[in-house]
């Protein structure tokens, strides 16, 4: 494994911190909202002070409609993923009702449908659908994977325990 | 006196209980010495062991949750080997734990995602509890170079560059080897004399 270092979060790490704040706010209606609160909650005003601000740094998501140049700084990346891991930590009883295999096939597909249909208006709303990352997000069935993977990497980085791991693998390699 | 620290998930509910090391200086609610443990699962047989089995699978599990966030699961076990945790199909994951019993026949547990979250957080509730003073040998979380995420490409997908080169350079080579080869030319018989200039 590579030495942890300080360097900013790769492109491909931005990319999947936004998606899965994304996938927060699809999760939850109030999710937007919730990330400013518990950013007060958790003592990153400074970092994350608004809306606009929230906004601004997410935009250095290379999939995004209005993409910003240059890369988060290390006390931003931190704080979306404390967000983040708090969000996660939140909507844990319906990430985990999702990758449950014990729930009945019917009520788990409504699940999966009520959220894929929430993320795709997401989607369409603020990624740039010209790209080719944001039209397999869309794919019905081949971009199944993918959504299961963003929901998956909550359900294991929730809490404080998932910092340090879900920083790790936001740094991987860009493979 | 004894203490108990117990960490609840749906499906899964760790009890750890032990004692303060008064050695130590450590206060009457902090646990230094694990006297036993026990791990209870719905509709699974119940765990139990020593500090060393503890530790054991967290230094399987938290690192194969570590891969897991990064879409490359593989194999994972202890230091000691007694615990390993490995991909078993589409969400699902096979925790083997080794018995230091001679004779004992290893456990076999499958666990979809949902189980293998909720044993995650047990052990992460345990790692961070301030009340249990103890050393555990677990690996930091790193970043993963390259070289170990080329297993979540489908080894069919990372074939096909290279496999299409080779057969596009066999396919010019062949062709250009069919092309006829240049006649040669006596220089000095079709060279013409300089006409003089008036």
């Not at chain 2, 293998?116 to 509890?129: F, I, M, N, P, T």
């Amino acid at each position: 494994m590579a030495s942890p270092t300080a360097a900013p979060l790769p492109r491909r790490g931005i990319e999947r911190l936004d998606l899965m704040l994304l996938c927060a706010e699809a999760l939850d209606l109030n999710g937007a909202e919730a990330t400013l609160w518990l950013s007060e909650e958790l003592g990153l005003t400074e970092v994350v002070s608004d809306r606009v601000e929230l906004w601004k740094q997410r935009c250095h998501n290379p999939l995004r409609r209005h993409v910003r140049r240059g890369s988060l700084t290390p006390s931003e990346t931190d704080a979306l993923i404390q967000v983040l891991c708090s969000q996660s930590e939140r909507l844990y009883p319906l990430l985990r009702a999702l990758l449950s295999a014990q729930e009945p096939l019917d009520i788990s597909q409504q699940r999966w449908a009520l959220f894929e249909e929430r993320l795709r208006e997401l989607i369409r709303e603020r990624l740039n659908p010209r790209r080719s990352g944001v039209q397999t997000l869309l794919d019905p069935v081949g971009g199944a994977p993918q959504r299961r993977q963003l929901i998956r990497t909550m359900a294991l980085a929730a809490g404080q325990g998932g910092f340090e791991r879900l920083k790790a693998s936001l740094m991987d390699a860009s493979s | 006196m004894k203490q108990t620290l117990r960490f609840d998930q749906i499906s899964c509910r760790l009890q750890v209980e032990g004692l303060p090391d008064v050695s130590a200086g450590q206060g009457s609610d902090a646990i230094g010495i694990v006297t036993g443990w026990n791990l209870q699962w719905a509709g699974r047989p119940e765990l139990e062991g020593k500090k060393e089995h503890l530790q054991a699978l967290m230094q399987a599990v938290l690192p194969y949750a570590r891969l897991l966030l990064s879409d490359a699961p593989r194999l994972q076990h202890s230091l000691d080997q007694s615990v390993q945790v490995t991909p078993a199909g589409p969400g699902v994951h096979r925790l083997t734990l080794r018995s230091s019993q001679p004779d004992t026949p290893a456990l076999e547990v499958s666990l979809d995602d949902a189980e293998l979250a909720d044993l995650v957080r047990v052990l992460d509730q345990l790692r961070l509890e301030p009340r249990l003073q103890l050393q555990l040998e677990l690996p930091a979380a790193q970043p993963l170079r390259g070289r170990q995420l080329q297993a979540r490409i489908p080894k069919r997908q990372r074939l096909a560059a290279p496999v299409a080169a080779l057969l596009v350079l066999g396919v010019s080579t062949a062709a250009s080897l069919l092309l006829p080869a240049p006649k040669l030319v006596n220089v000095e018989a079709t060279t013409s004399k300089p006409t003089p200039r008036r």
